[in-house]
């Protein structure tokens, strides 16, 4: 038996391939909006921008970067093989974008009253990390 084997029978934890320099961008005080630019395919450059969004109060804009964020994670997902479900996992630097794009988006949506759409992106994000969940929550 294989150290990792998922003995529950589930699909295996998706890793996103690592793509450094928008992050790097980012620690380095470049502004969301021009890493968004220059990457637009970076969930965490929208996720950045979804943050400062919120925090200046503009809920709509975040709710708007935060889909933007959400959709590219979703299309980098498939592509890593990501069949609709399963574990993201926190631990995995790269999939932090996406996370924090599909928390940005839940706290965004709530804020505007959309509670169904709340509902399914806070039990989409414990499900794709418990981990993610706590420490965004």
Partial sequence: M???????????????????????????????ADVAARHPASSLAWAELADEAFERGSVVESYAYART???????????????GHGPVPWEHE?????LRALHALARAAQAIGEKE?????????????????EVLG
């Avoid at 990792?4 to 502004?31: I, S, V, Y």
């Fill in 69 to 83: 964020g959400y959709h590219r994670g979703l299309d980098a997902l498939r592509r890593s093989g990501w069949k």
């Fill in 2 to 32: 294989a150290i990792h084997e998922n003995l529950l029978g589930g699909p295996p934890p998706t890793h996103l391939p690592d793509d450094p320099e928008p992050r790097e961008l980012l620690a380095n005080g470049t502004a969301p």
């Fill in 94 to 98: 790269p999939n932090r974008g996406f």
């Fill in 117 to 133: 759409e709340h509902e399914r992106c806070s039990q989409f994000l414990r499900d794709s990390s418990q981990t993610a969940a």
